[in-house]
């Protein structure tokens, strides 16, 4: 019984080792901000809702979520 949980811990322990290697081993994506770094958030002039700055869409003098909502405020 003993030899039975001790290989089901050590099986379990090789796994999580395993992954941990392939999380390391996987490559980021250049253009996405670090884990943890802070982003600039804004709001939409149209329908409030926040979004980070560099998603939104500039129009004027305003940031807005959407094309459509940039055209419907800015003709």
Do not use: F
Request: aromatic share 4%.
């Amino acid at each position: 019984m003993i030899l039975v949980v001790l290989l089901g811990v050590w099986l379990w322990r090789k796994n999580r080792a395993d992954d941990r290697k392939e999380m390391a081993a996987k490559p980021r994506r250049k253009d996405a901000a670090p884990v943890g770094t802070p982003q600039i958030m804004v709001s939409c002039a149209v329908c409030g809702v926040h979004l980070p700055q560099n998603d939104a869409v500039l129009g004027k003098s305003k940031h807005y979520c959407s094309l459509a909502h940039r055209k419907q405020q800015e003709p």
